[in-house]
């Protein structure tokens, strides 16, 4: 059973910055690709970020481009997401979560970490 451990959340002001972290338990086929999400109060959870663990091809939601930063440590099992130029819109739980190699959906998922922004 693969765990996944954020860590790194907390309260900054808008223009601030933050860096999460998410150790993996393992790095397998199912961990093919680490990925972030959050949710917002009364909201959906949205992605933000992927990458797999050769730190090639991140993808980045549009609302975060140019601001979010992810990368990957291979020999830390940790992924990471560093967060610039936060918003108050940035506001939510962020969630790292990993999909196994050859499928589609993310199957397992950490507890969340708080991230809050104020303006």
């Known amino acids: 059973q693969v765990q996944l451990v954020e860590s790194g959340g907390g309260l900054v002001q808008a223009g601030g910055s933050l860096r999460l972290s998410c150790v993996a338990s393992?790095?397998?086929?199912?961990?093919?690709?680490m990925g972030w999400f959050r949710q917002a109060p009364g909201k959906e959870r949205e992605f933000v970020a992927a990458?797999?663990?050769?730190?090639?091809?991140?993808y980045y939601a549009d609302s975060v481009k140019g601001r979010f930063t992810i990368s990957s440590d291979y020999a830390k099992n940790t992924v990471h997401l560093q967060m610039n130029s936060l918003r108050p819109e940035d506001t939510a739980l962020y969630y790292c979560a990993s999909r196994t190699f050859g499928t589609s959906e993310y199957g397992y998922w950490g507890q969340g970490t708080q991230v809050t922004v104020s303006s």
């Open positions: 393992e790095r397998s086929s199912h961990t093919y690709t």
């Open positions: 990458i797999g663990w050769s730190g090639d091809r991140p």
